[in-house]
Each structure stands twice: as structure tokens, then as C-alpha cells.
């Protein structure tokens, strides 16, 4: 096909919205099914600002995934990018997936569609808008990336594609990672790992344990140790539900590596 127009965005943030996408998609499909991811260039023009008024004319480039699962109801379709919202049972998910997918396409200038039939597969649609500028800006967010000296990080995340995403992230600007896929398992590497961690990174809202009551825990055997939250949830309603102590410092999902190093930087104290 023909070559992809340049869009502004962080790779991270991009690789967060895909494997949330196919996450979803994924626990949409009972059994055997299919998810096609693709891409295109497209020009928005005045007739269609006029059905959608929320899309800016221009032009963009647009990825999608589809799946032939069970699709959603409209009801179902008008919750989905909120917070905490999910159809699934007790313990599967959190329901942060899509709200975090949203947060991330608005915070790039983008928009979402939706095309979804109970029983006839679901599509979303990403838009990011082209990038004609110059590349001055990453090359100065390559030099403003402030690198670690081999520090070990314990990594808590339900997701497991977000758990490797976030790992491979700190691990590139130069830290050790310990990842865990939920609290227990955490406790666990806590109890055996005989080196010293210098740092939580942990999920807020997961199945059996919030972050705060793992952070508590770690704690009790290493004061010393600093945390960083993490969320998809914004700071105001995190500490409106008194997860996060003012001793703790907070990490907005989605999140570029650049934001990540300065944060790692500045709670170390480096």
C-alpha cells in the first residue's frame, strides 16, 4: 500500500494504545476468532466535520483493530472509555484499559470511532493527525532523558502487555526491572530477592490488592524504599479515594519515556 504519512507521537504511548486495543479485543472473542490491525492514510473534509463536528478537517493517519467477538449494545458503547467501567467479572480486569487508550489519542490531538453489533465483532478506530514539521523536538527529548546506573526497580502491573512495555522502558534508560504481575507475586520476589530495590513503580487499582496496601507491606520490611503510583485514573480522583499518601509520588498513564526518566530521576533524588 502506499507509505504512511508521519505522525507526532511517543512510540511507548503508541505500543500502550495497540496492546490495550488487542487486550480488549482478545477477551472479546469466545473462542476461535480473528483481530486485523490496519492502516491508513485519510482526509477528513467539511462534509464529514459536518456529521461529527468533534473531527477537525485535515488529514491523518488511521490505524485500526477489529475483532469478530461479541460486540457491544449501545449502552455498553457509551461507557466504555470511562474509568473503571468493564464487563468483565470480578478479578479479570480493572476496567482501565480503554479509558487509558482514550486519555492517550486526546493527549496526541487524535480521536476515536467505534463500530460495534452485539454478535457481530467490534472496530476501533484511531486517528492521529500528519506530522509536517521537523524532527528538532525528539532529537531534544533524546538528550533530556536522564539515565540511571543500573538501579533496581520492582515493576507491578496486572497487564502483561503493559507489564513488558513499561519494563522494556525503564530497562532502556538504564535500570534494573524485577516485574510482577500482581501483589503476591511482588511480596514474593520482595522475600527472596537478596540484593537491595531501590524503587516500586506499581498499578494503583488491581484484582486482590490496591497499590497503596502493596506499597504499605514493602515498607514494613524496607522503610527506605521510595514508590511511584501508577494510573490511568487522574491524580484528583485517586486522592478523592485515599489510595495515594502525600509520602508517594504519582505517574499518570499514559506515559512517554521522557516523563517516566524525569520522574525515576526526581524520586530517587539523583
Known sequence: GE???????????????????????????????NITIETKNVTIDSSYHKLRPFVKEG???????????????EHVKSHIFEPFF???TIGEGTGL????????????????????????GTTFKIYFPR?????????NNKHAIKKGKGEVVLLVEDETQILEITKKMIENIGYKVLPANNPN???????????KINLLITDVVMPDMNGL?????????????????????????????GVIDK????????????????????????
Open 3 to 33: 507509505p504512511l504519512w508521519k505522525v507526532k507521537l511517543d512510540p511507548g504511548q503508541l505500543s500502550q494504545i495497540l496492546n490495550n486495543l488487542c487486550i480488549n479485543a482478545r477477551d472479546a472473542i469466545n473462542d476461535v476468532g
Open 59 to 73: 488529514e491523518y493517519v488511521m490505524f485500526a483493530v477489529t475483532d469478530d467477538g461479541k460486540g457491544m449494545d
Open 86 to 88: 468493564t464487563t468483565k
Open 97 to 120: 484499559g480503554l479509558s487509558s487508550v482514550y486519555g492517550a489519542v486526546k493527549q496526541n490531538n487524535g480521536f476515536i470511532l467505534v463500530y460495534s453489533e452485539p454478535g457481530k
Open 131 to 139: 506530522y509536517t514539521g521537523t524532527d528538532e523536538t525528539a532529537e
Open 185 to 195: 507475586e511482588a511480596l514474593e520476589i520482595v522475600k527472596i530477592y537478596s540484593g
Open 213 to 241: 496496601l502493596l506499597a504499605r507491606k514493602i515498607k514494613s520490611i524496607y522503610p527506605d524504599l521510595k514508590v511511584i503510583f501508577m494510573s490511568g485514573y487522574t491524580t484528583n480522583v485517586i486522592n478523592h479515594e
Open 247 to 270: 509520602e508517594y509520588y504519582y505517574l499518570q498513564k499514559p506515559f512517554d519515556i521522557a516523563t517516566l526518566s524525569e520522574k525515576i530521576h526526581q524520586v530517587l533524588g539523583k
